[in-house]
């Protein structure tokens, strides 16, 4: 089998910079030997600092370590460097702001690189929660009610929405991924404060009603050209002292009990399954995702968002489901890298 080489984007100038590097930290020496790994290091100034070489994955570590603490170069300049040295495929082990929103999609994409993941359009669209949730509510999913607090949203206009949803209410940044910045409101004296907290991580914020139910979460996974695999349903439960599946519940060992598959019943998973499926299409996503859920006690589905370049470490949501479902880490790797082609204009409508 010939060798593929890889390259391999981790860190980025966003909040979610030492998610990425643990994604970094757990995949590198996890590819197969089939593969060969080109670790870039994204600096928070949005720099670029380029491995010389390709290296085996067991060394691949390594080299990132070092680079996290070498000279960076202008992102052009280091994609010089990339282009040149031909590798079959970029892979995006960022996540949130610059690495996962389109911009290193439209970067890679108007120098011809294949890369991992979603396009630069369908990023961009799946990190702007309200457009997202207008998307998914016109096609007659369920989401929860939500509002934007643009610059022409009053503050009155705010309190009505409060006063005619009640609260808990969810105080959110719109446009950040794993849960940054995110409130759950139980008290109308603590929303404008919610609000700032959020202003802090983004300058756009929205307000939605809070739904009570299991959280889940569901992955998809492109095996074959035309063929995308709903993975097991993962049902979230965070320990005492967690509202919700927050960002310390995502990232800190112990605070959030995952169990995959889900405990609901068969038929409310394979609800679940179908319609992170249909999300994942609505949005144009691609390569692999993950759809985060909320299922009533009477087990309506509520759609909460999607997430094109989700973790990947070893005890991520994805890759747990994978295991279930007979792909070891290394496998699901590949599977991911293996599977790029965009040249077929049917590459995203999926058989049942």
């Known amino acids: 089998m010939s060798e593929k080489k890889v390259t391999f984007l981790f860190g980025g100038p966003g909040s979610e910079r030492e998610v990425s590097v643990a994604t970094a930290k757990s995949a590198l020496p996890s590819f197969d030997d089939q593969f060969r790994i080109q670790p870039v290091f994204i600096t928070p100034d949005r720099r670029w600092v380029v491995s010389e070489n390709y290296v085996a994955p067991g060394e691949a570590w390594d080299v990132a370590m070092r680079l996290m ?3 960076a170069v202008p992102s052009d300049i280091a994609l010089e460097t990339i282009e040149t040295s031909s590798p079959d495929v970029v892979f995006i082990g960022l996540h949130g702001e610059y690495g996962e929103d389109g911009t290193v999609q439209a970067l890679l994409e108007a120098r011809g690189l294949a890369y991992t993941g979603s396009n630069s359009e369908a990023s961009a669209l799946a990190m702007d929660k309200p457009k997202v949730l207008q998307i998914l509510q016109d096609e007659d999913l369920l989401v929860p009610e939500f509002l934007e607090v643009t610059p022409e949203v009053t503050p009155s206009d705010v309190q009505a929405f409060a006063d005619f949803n009640g609260y808990p209410l969810v105080v959110l940044p719109a446009d950040r991924g794993s849960s940054v910045g995110v409130t759950i409101v139980k008290q109308s004296e603590d929303l404008d404060s919610a609000i700032e907290q959020a202003r802090t991580k983004s300058d756009r914020v929205m307000v ?9 979460s569901c992955g998809l996974l492109v095996t074959d050209k035309n063929e995308l695999t709903a993975l097991p349903v993962t049902d979230l439960n965070p320990i005492e002292g967690h509202d919700f599946f927050d960002y310390d519940a995502k990232y800190l060992a112990g605070e959030c009990d ?40 009477n087990h309506e589905v509520y759609v909460l968002e999607l997430n094109t370049l989700p973790g990947m470490t070893q005890t991520s949501i994805i890759p747990q489901q994978a295991k279930v479902h007979g792909l070891s880490f290394s496998e699901l790797l590949a599977t991911i890298c293996n599977n790029i082609d965009r040249s077929n204009e049917d590459y995203l409508t999926f058989e049942d």
Request: aromatic share 4%; glycine share 6%; proline share 6%.
């Open 69 to 71: 603490t070498q000279s």
């Open 258 to 297: 995952e169990v995959t598959p889900s405990r609901l019943p068969e038929d409310v998973q394979t609800n679940v399954q179908e319609i992170a499926r249909k999300v994942h299409q609505l949005l144009g996503a691609d390569g692999y995702s993950r759809v985060d859920m909320i299922v009533t006690p």
């Open 208 to 216: 939605t009603k809070y739904i009570a139910g299991q959280e889940v």
